[in-house]
């Protein structure tokens, strides 16, 4: 485990055509690490995530995916992601292949990579039409009771990138609130690179909190706001109003590309402490 | 608003809401059926078990959530699971007596399609996706829906199988190997709607207050069946109303605002 700053974390960490994944429930999504891949022009990525939001329509929009595997791409609450169908619908700015499961069998997945297994098991896909449209859907006999259960292919990314509130001075890291797969993410992958809040010297977690250990993580950077607009549990409130606004900047292919020059190609990591002081506690 | 003094929107939450008992462990989607969750909990059903696919267990959310993984459902919940947890043991391991959810398509047998609108693989409108709805429609004790009603949304035939409601009718479910019961009722913006006990065909079961046959008719892309004794949704009383109302204005004062 090292300290870097994120330029250099992402630097070292992620290559072109590598399969990598920026996981975050709704909660602690890491965008600024995203905005820095996207900074760094590094392309023809698998991007893999259970609920692609925001950060993949811009990855998406600025023709850096080759693929995306997911299980819901939209913009909670909101509606849909027009840059992905843009790429889906229309190949702009480039083709987009699509391997698409459900929530279930990606949590599942991620689970399965975590735990050094080739593939998950669930009851599953009952009736779906994806079985007929994802290769990858396929099934099992259960060996006890003759029940058939789905099975995917385990997921087990080069790089995944996850945002936290805290590590501690060895690395250690934190995660608290809506936890989603990232613990799953981290420890199904081959490296990860981890943003936090804040670096403290106690991380007071009780004996069942949702800790990753120094060793299971490749890189951390100190970059507070970093999950903007998604949010930091106990540090700062969603800011939904951009994602509102979102909609219509994504709408337009010159509205977006001038909203991307100005908010992530000509912007920094630094950008992200002011993004959020307006919606929770000071930093 | 109309001279009866609320909206068909309104009548839909609310209607929604009704059919919510307090014992229920239910397995929100987000919009429409997180509304009528959250008015049955303000009301005649405070203990009720809310699930959101986030992980959140047991929340009593003050405000709605934009998304399913607002920082106040956690706040507000029981206990908080992983995702993967949340997908076996809470939902594939038989915990969740309903799952509440909204359709983009729907077809007479409660088959959903949130996925898209034309060829997969040459969308003519690429949707979000099914999410969690695969396994909340396969593993859920029952399911209900909620939906507006329009030609564009209830249609002959879906595009896309995004979940499976009860295929095409009759014994489908159960031939599937689906142990649930699948769609057991379905509340539109005009009715209330129940599948025939052995087709499986949603039939309308009660008219809100004021609509007509012929406007559940113009609004549905198949041929409706009416319930031979068909009654008429009691309208919304004033608790109602009013729990809906400030719910819904103390949500859209909280999702404007950046410091709300």
Redesign the interface.
């Known amino acids: 485990m090292e300290f870097q700053n994120l330029g250099d974390a992402v630097q070292q960490n992620l290559k072109d055509g590598d399969t990598v994944a920026f996981e975050g429930?709704?909660?602690l999504i890491p965008h600024a690490a995203a905005h820095e891949v996207i900074r760094q022009n590094i392309a023809d990525l698998t991007v893999i995530r259970?609920?692609p939001d925001l950060v993949y329509d811009q990855m998406v929009g600025m023709g850096l995916v080759r693929k995306v595997i997911?299980?819901?791409?939209?913009n909670?609450?909101?509606?849909?992601?027009r840059r992905?169908?843009d790429a889906?619908?229309n190949e702009w700015p480039r083709a987009l292949e699509i391997e698409?499961h459900?929530?279930?069998a990606m949590?599942?997945a991620?689970?399965a990579g975590a735990s050094g297994l080739p593939c998950a098991i669930?009851?599953?896909?009952?009736?779906?039409?994806?079985k007929q449209?994802n290769p990858n859907i396929r099934s099992v006999i259960c060996p006890f009771t003759g029940?058939?259960l789905a099975a995917v292919p385990a997921i087990c990314p080069d790089v995944s990138f996850i945002h936290a509130q805290k590590a501690d001075r060895k690395g250690n890291v934190l995660i608290e609130?809506?936890?989603?797969?990232q613990?799953?993410a981290v420890l199904a992958a081959k490296r990860a690179v981890v943003t936090v809040e804040e670096i403290v010297d106690d991380l007071n977690a009780h004996p069942n909190m949702?800790v990753l250990p120094h060793w299971t993580i490749s890189s951390i950077c100190v970059v507070p706001g970093g999950a903007h607009p998604s949010?930091t549990?106990g540090y700062y409130?969603?800011?939904?109003?951009a994602?509102?606004e979102w909609d219509d900047i994504a709408a337009d292919r010159e509205r977006f590309q001038t909203w991307m020059t100005k908010n992530v190609l000509q912007s920094s990591p630094e950008a992200f402490r002011d993004r959020v002081k307006?919606?929770g506690v000071a930093l | 608003m109309t001279e009866t003094g609320f909206t068909p929107d309104e009548m839909m939450t609310i209607a929604a809401a009704r059919v919510m008992r307090n014992d229920d462990v239910c397995f929100v989607g987000i919009g429409a059926p997180s509304a009528a969750c959250n008015v049955a909990r303000l009301t005649h059903a405070p203990d009720i078990t809310l699930i959101y696919e986030s992980g959140t267990i047991g929340t009593t959310p003050d405000i709605l959530p934009l998304s399913i993984g607002d920082g106040e459902l956690c706040e507000t919940a029981l206990t908080t699971v992983s995702v993967p947890e949340m997908f076996r043991y809470w939902l594939q391991g038989g915990r969740v007596s309903v799952g509440f959810l909204g359709a983009a398509q729907l077809d007479r047998f409660g088959n959903i399609n949130t996925t898209v609108i034309g060829d997969y693989a040459h969308p003519k409108t690429r949707l979000p996706g099914g999410g969690g709805a695969p396994e909340i429609a396969s593993s859920s004790g029952q399911i209900y829906i909620t939906m507006k009603q329009s030609l564009r949304g209830m249609v002959d035939k879906i595009d896309f199988f995004t979940s499976f409601g009860h295929g095409t009718g009759g014994d489908h479910r159960q031939r599937m190997g689906i142990k649930t019961a699948g769609p057991t009722l379905l509340i539109t913006d005009l009715a209330i709607w129940k599948p025939d006990p052995e087709t499986k065909e949603f039939t309308v079961v009660s008219l809100h207050p004021g609509v007509t046959r012929q406007q559940v008719q113009d609004t549905c892309g198949w041929q409706v069946s009416f319930l031979e004794e068909l009654g008429e949704t009691p309208p919304p009383d004033e608790r109602e109303l009013t729990t809906l109302r400030q719910l819904t204005a103390r949500t859209k004062a909280a999702h404007e605002g950046k410091t709300a």
């Open positions: 429930f709704t909660h259970m609920t997911f299980s819901y791409a939209g909670p609450g909101v509606g849909l992601l992905m169908r889906i619908e698409e459900s929530h279930a949590a599942n991620y689970e669930f009851r599953g896909y009952l009736g779906a039409g994806l449209v029940e058939e609130g809506i936890v989603g797969v613990k799953e949702c949010y549990h409130d969603r800011d939904n109003a994602y509102l307006s919606l």
